[in-house]
T-cell receptor, first 110, second 113 residues
Framework: DAGITQSPRHKVTETGTPVTLRCHQT?????MYWYRQDPGHGLRLIHY???????DKGEVSDGYSVSRSKTEDFLLTLESATSSQTSVYFC?????????FGPGTRLLVL | GENVEQHPSTLSVQEGDSAVIKCTYS??????FPWYKQELGKRPQLIID?????GEKKDQRIAVTLNKTAKHFSLHITETQPEDSAVYFC????????????FGEGTQLTVNP
Protein backbone atom coordinates (compact mmCIF):
# COMPACT_ATOMS: atom_id res chain seq x y z
CA ASP A 1 0.00 0.00 0.00
CA ALA A 2 1.13 3.53 -0.76
CA GLY A 3 2.16 5.59 2.26
CA ILE A 4 -1.24 6.97 3.14
CA THR A 5 -2.77 7.15 6.59
CA GLN A 6 -6.08 8.51 7.75
CA SER A 7 -7.08 9.61 11.22
CA PRO A 8 -9.21 8.90 13.04
CA ARG A 9 -10.17 5.49 11.62
CA HIS A 10 -13.52 5.52 13.43
CA LYS A 11 -15.52 8.37 14.89
CA VAL A 12 -18.93 8.80 16.44
CA THR A 13 -20.19 12.34 16.82
CA GLU A 14 -23.38 14.25 17.39
CA THR A 15 -25.36 16.36 14.95
CA GLY A 16 -24.17 19.94 14.88
CA THR A 17 -20.62 19.32 16.06
CA PRO A 18 -17.56 20.11 13.92
CA VAL A 19 -15.45 17.19 12.71
CA THR A 20 -12.03 17.16 11.05
CA LEU A 21 -10.58 14.17 9.27
CA ARG A 22 -6.91 14.03 8.39
CA CYS A 23 -5.13 12.42 5.48
CA HIS A 24 -1.35 12.12 5.59
CA GLN A 25 0.93 10.89 2.80
CA THR A 26 4.62 10.10 2.64
CA UNK A 27 4.80 9.77 -1.17
CA UNK A 28 5.15 13.48 -2.00
CA UNK A 29 2.31 13.19 -4.55
CA UNK A 30 0.85 16.41 -5.90
CA UNK A 31 -2.81 15.44 -5.97
CA MET A 32 -4.96 14.51 -2.99
CA TYR A 33 -8.66 13.69 -2.87
CA TRP A 34 -11.48 13.13 -0.43
CA TYR A 35 -14.29 10.71 -1.34
CA ARG A 36 -17.28 9.44 0.50
CA GLN A 37 -18.63 5.93 -0.04
CA ASP A 38 -22.25 5.07 0.54
CA PRO A 39 -24.24 1.96 -0.45
CA GLY A 40 -25.59 2.32 -3.98
CA HIS A 41 -23.50 5.38 -4.78
CA GLY A 42 -20.01 4.09 -5.23
CA LEU A 43 -17.23 6.59 -4.58
CA ARG A 44 -18.16 10.24 -4.86
CA LEU A 45 -15.62 13.05 -4.91
CA ILE A 46 -16.02 15.68 -2.20
CA HIS A 47 -12.99 17.94 -2.73
CA TYR A 48 -9.55 17.59 -4.21
CA UNK A 49 -6.23 19.38 -4.14
CA UNK A 50 -3.70 19.88 -6.91
CA UNK A 51 -1.05 21.51 -4.74
CA UNK A 52 -0.44 23.30 -1.45
CA UNK A 53 -3.27 25.76 -0.88
CA UNK A 54 -4.85 24.77 -4.24
CA UNK A 55 -8.18 23.01 -3.83
CA ASP A 56 -11.38 22.59 -5.79
CA LYS A 57 -14.86 21.20 -5.30
CA GLY A 58 -16.04 17.78 -6.31
CA GLU A 59 -19.57 16.56 -7.00
CA VAL A 60 -20.76 16.43 -3.35
CA SER A 61 -18.96 19.35 -1.68
CA ASP A 62 -21.89 20.98 0.16
CA GLY A 63 -21.32 20.91 3.93
CA TYR A 64 -17.59 20.16 3.61
CA SER A 65 -14.45 22.27 3.50
CA VAL A 66 -10.81 21.32 3.02
CA SER A 67 -7.37 22.70 3.62
CA ARG A 68 -3.90 21.78 2.46
CA SER A 69 -1.12 23.76 4.10
CA LYS A 70 1.58 21.12 3.49
CA THR A 71 2.15 18.68 0.66
CA GLU A 72 1.70 15.71 2.98
CA ASP A 73 -1.54 16.70 4.75
CA PHE A 74 -5.07 17.18 3.46
CA LEU A 75 -7.79 17.96 5.99
CA LEU A 76 -11.53 17.50 5.52
CA THR A 77 -13.82 19.47 7.83
CA LEU A 78 -17.51 19.04 8.45
CA GLU A 79 -18.39 22.41 9.93
CA SER A 80 -21.63 21.19 11.49
CA ALA A 81 -22.13 17.46 11.07
CA THR A 82 -25.50 16.11 9.94
CA SER A 83 -26.83 12.56 9.91
CA SER A 84 -26.63 12.55 6.09
CA GLN A 85 -22.85 12.80 6.45
CA THR A 86 -22.68 9.39 8.09
CA SER A 87 -20.44 7.55 5.66
CA VAL A 88 -17.07 5.99 5.00
CA TYR A 89 -14.54 8.61 3.94
CA PHE A 90 -11.56 7.70 1.80
CA CYS A 91 -8.57 9.83 1.03
CA UNK A 92 -6.61 9.18 -2.16
CA UNK A 93 -3.34 10.42 -3.60
CA UNK A 94 -2.07 10.59 -7.15
CA UNK A 95 1.03 11.56 -9.05
CA UNK A 96 -0.87 12.13 -12.30
CA UNK A 97 -3.15 9.22 -13.20
CA UNK A 98 -3.20 6.32 -10.78
CA UNK A 99 -4.96 7.03 -7.52
CA UNK A 100 -4.07 5.15 -4.35
CA PHE A 101 -6.51 5.03 -1.49
CA GLY A 102 -6.05 5.34 2.23
CA PRO A 103 -7.60 2.88 4.70
CA GLY A 104 -10.76 4.95 5.24
CA THR A 105 -12.55 6.60 8.15
CA ARG A 106 -15.94 5.39 9.35
CA LEU A 107 -17.97 8.34 10.58
CA LEU A 108 -21.28 7.99 12.39
CA VAL A 109 -23.28 11.13 13.07
CA LEU A 110 -26.02 10.61 15.66
CA GLY B 1 -19.01 16.51 -16.53
CA GLU B 2 -18.19 12.87 -16.95
CA ASN B 3 -20.81 10.19 -16.24
CA VAL B 4 -19.88 6.53 -15.84
CA GLU B 5 -22.43 3.73 -15.86
CA GLN B 6 -21.52 0.23 -14.72
CA HIS B 7 -23.35 -3.06 -15.24
CA PRO B 8 -24.33 -5.39 -13.76
CA SER B 9 -24.66 -4.25 -10.16
CA THR B 10 -24.40 -7.85 -8.95
CA LEU B 11 -22.84 -10.88 -10.62
CA SER B 12 -22.73 -14.44 -9.35
CA VAL B 13 -20.59 -17.08 -11.08
CA GLN B 14 -19.33 -20.57 -10.40
CA GLU B 15 -15.69 -21.06 -9.59
CA GLY B 16 -13.73 -21.50 -12.81
CA ASP B 17 -16.20 -19.56 -14.95
CA SER B 18 -15.48 -16.18 -16.51
CA ALA B 19 -16.91 -12.86 -15.33
CA VAL B 20 -17.43 -9.73 -17.38
CA ILE B 21 -18.25 -6.26 -16.07
CA LYS B 22 -19.07 -3.43 -18.46
CA CYS B 23 -18.85 0.34 -18.16
CA THR B 24 -19.81 3.21 -20.42
CA TYR B 25 -18.62 6.78 -20.20
CA SER B 26 -19.97 10.00 -21.61
CA UNK B 27 -17.01 12.33 -22.15
CA UNK B 28 -14.98 11.60 -25.26
CA UNK B 29 -12.09 13.56 -23.70
CA UNK B 30 -11.57 10.83 -21.07
CA UNK B 31 -8.33 9.02 -21.69
CA UNK B 32 -7.52 6.87 -18.65
CA PHE B 33 -9.67 4.02 -17.31
CA PRO B 34 -8.70 2.19 -14.11
CA TRP B 35 -10.43 -0.71 -12.38
CA TYR B 36 -10.45 -1.10 -8.61
CA LYS B 37 -11.24 -4.09 -6.42
CA GLN B 38 -12.63 -3.54 -2.95
CA GLU B 39 -12.92 -6.36 -0.46
CA LEU B 40 -15.33 -6.04 2.43
CA GLY B 41 -14.13 -3.45 4.93
CA LYS B 42 -10.99 -2.64 2.93
CA ARG B 43 -9.80 0.19 0.72
CA PRO B 44 -10.25 0.13 -3.08
CA GLN B 45 -7.14 -1.24 -4.76
CA LEU B 46 -6.11 -0.78 -8.37
CA ILE B 47 -6.07 -4.07 -10.27
CA ILE B 48 -5.61 -2.95 -13.86
CA ASP B 49 -5.86 0.18 -15.97
CA UNK B 50 -5.89 1.12 -19.63
CA UNK B 51 -5.13 4.27 -21.54
CA UNK B 52 -7.01 5.53 -24.55
CA UNK B 53 -4.24 4.71 -27.01
CA UNK B 54 -4.54 1.00 -26.18
CA GLY B 55 -7.41 -1.35 -27.06
CA GLU B 56 -6.69 -4.23 -24.69
CA LYS B 57 -4.49 -5.03 -21.72
CA LYS B 58 -3.96 -8.31 -19.88
CA ASP B 59 -2.49 -9.23 -16.54
CA GLN B 60 -2.67 -12.96 -15.82
CA ARG B 61 -6.39 -13.80 -15.36
CA ILE B 62 -7.54 -10.20 -15.73
CA ALA B 63 -8.03 -8.25 -18.94
CA VAL B 64 -9.54 -4.93 -19.86
CA THR B 65 -10.81 -3.87 -23.28
CA LEU B 66 -11.59 -0.36 -24.47
CA ASN B 67 -13.77 0.75 -27.38
CA LYS B 68 -13.27 4.50 -27.75
CA THR B 69 -15.75 4.84 -30.58
CA ALA B 70 -18.56 3.33 -28.54
CA LYS B 71 -17.22 4.84 -25.28
CA HIS B 72 -17.27 1.63 -23.33
CA PHE B 73 -14.73 -0.54 -21.55
CA SER B 74 -14.95 -3.92 -19.90
CA LEU B 75 -13.23 -6.02 -17.26
CA HIS B 76 -12.80 -9.71 -17.94
CA ILE B 77 -11.82 -12.18 -15.24
CA THR B 78 -11.12 -15.74 -16.35
CA GLU B 79 -10.92 -18.91 -14.23
CA THR B 80 -12.58 -17.16 -11.33
CA GLN B 81 -11.68 -18.13 -7.77
CA PRO B 82 -13.49 -17.52 -4.48
CA GLU B 83 -10.91 -14.86 -3.58
CA ASP B 84 -12.08 -12.85 -6.60
CA SER B 85 -15.30 -12.16 -4.69
CA ALA B 86 -15.40 -8.41 -4.04
CA VAL B 87 -16.88 -5.16 -5.32
CA TYR B 88 -15.31 -3.94 -8.54
CA PHE B 89 -15.36 -0.29 -9.62
CA CYS B 90 -14.60 1.17 -13.01
CA UNK B 91 -13.58 4.80 -13.43
CA UNK B 92 -12.80 7.33 -16.13
CA UNK B 93 -10.45 10.28 -16.08
CA UNK B 94 -10.27 13.22 -18.44
CA UNK B 95 -6.91 14.83 -18.97
CA UNK B 96 -8.08 18.36 -18.32
CA UNK B 97 -9.94 17.64 -15.08
CA UNK B 98 -7.02 17.91 -12.67
CA UNK B 99 -6.57 14.16 -12.49
CA UNK B 100 -10.13 13.65 -11.27
CA UNK B 101 -11.73 10.23 -11.56
CA UNK B 102 -15.44 9.57 -12.03
CA PHE B 103 -16.45 6.16 -10.69
CA GLY B 104 -19.16 3.74 -11.65
CA GLU B 105 -21.44 2.53 -8.88
CA GLY B 106 -19.74 -0.82 -8.51
CA THR B 107 -20.40 -4.50 -9.20
CA GLN B 108 -20.64 -7.04 -6.40
CA LEU B 109 -18.99 -10.19 -7.76
CA THR B 110 -19.62 -13.45 -5.92
CA VAL B 111 -17.69 -16.56 -6.93
CA ASN B 112 -19.38 -19.70 -5.63
CA PRO B 113 -17.11 -22.68 -4.82
Amino acid sequence: DAGITQSPRHKVTETGTPVTLRCHQTENHRYMYWYRQDPGHGLRLIHYSYGVKDTDKGEVSDGYSVSRSKTEDFLLTLESATSSQTSVYFCAISDLETQYFGPGTRLLVL
Amino acid sequence: GENVEQHPSTLSVQEGDSAVIKCTYSDSASNYFPWYKQELGKRPQLIIDIRSNVGEKKDQRIAVTLNKTAKHFSLHITETQPEDSAVYFCAAQEETSGSRLTFGEGTQLTVNP
